[in-house]
Each structure stands twice: as C-alpha cells, then as structure tokens.
C-alpha cells in the first residue's frame, strides 16, 4: 500500500512539474533574444499548481491550484469536503461529478487510505479513517475533461478548533 501511495505522489509531483513554465532556450541567429524585462515593475508570477493560492478563499478552507482552475479544502471534525472552483474562484456545479477521490497519508504513519468523494449540494464530502486528525490528501477531481489534483497538508491545528 506504501508503494501505491509513493507511486500516486510521484505521479502527481510529475504531472504538476509539467505544469511549470518551459525554460527558454539560448537565442540563435534565426530567434532573437527576446526584449529585456524590468522584473522590478513585472507583476508577481502565478503560483504554481497544486501551491496555496494567492488570494482568500471563498469557503474558509485551503485554495490550491489544480489544472484550469481550484480546489478548496475545508477540514471537518471526522471528514472534509472539496469545493471545485474556476480560475476566478468561482465555485463549480458538481452534481455531474463521478470518481472524485483523495488519498489519505495520516501523519505520524500509518497506511493511506483511498476515500471516494460523494457529491453533496455544492460540494465533495469525504470521510476520514477513524482517528486521523493530521494527514495529506491527495485529491483528485475529474471535472471538464481534465482530472484537476492537488495536495494539502492538515495539522492538528485545524483540529483544535473541533469541540469534542
């Protein structure tokens, strides 16, 4: 199970680096050197998919990057539900949405756990293995013809505000 777990991790750290920006090549004589830019006027870069996103987020959760748009965590006591966003931060209908899953690694080991996320009014649900409270998920959420995936990263922290 370990295994499958590192292999889901590098395939998703493989398909995010395919997201990152092409590095340019040196300028030959048929392509020029592109112009000289002021980096310090040039606007900040984008994060990079799958980063915490730059900006609030619209549900109180986590907002990562995650192919054409977003994905929003936000922790429950025993669960957790995903909202899909557009690359406005606009929350996506999911009600047409069908094999959505997270890969759960609770911290401190332990084996991971695949949790299917169910649709449930405007967001994804999923329930996590009794008596995790930190843990990484690795979501993914097929939506448009894409499959978006993003990793967060929950402490006991986000815990601490749960009333036992």
Known sequence: MRLLFSASVLATSLALAACQPKTETAPTPETPAPAAVDTAAAPSAAPAAGDDHAHGSP???????????????????????????????????????????????????????????????????????????????????PVAGETRTAQFTVGLDSHATHAH
């Not at 991971?112 to 994804?124: F, I, R």
């Open 59 to 141: 549900n109180g959760g986590t907002v990562k990057t995650a192919g054409g748009g977003h994905l929003e965590l936000v922790t429950e006591h025993t669960g957790f539900k995903i909202y899909v966003l557009d690359g406005s931060e606009k929350m996506l209908p999911v009600e047409s949405i069908a094999g959505a899953e997270a890969i759960v690694q609770p911290d401190g080991g332990g084996e991971p756990t695949t949790v299917p996320l169910t649709v449930m009014g405007d967001h994804l649900h999923g329930v996590l293995p009794e008596g995790t409270f930190a843990y990484t998920a690795i979501v993914s959420v």
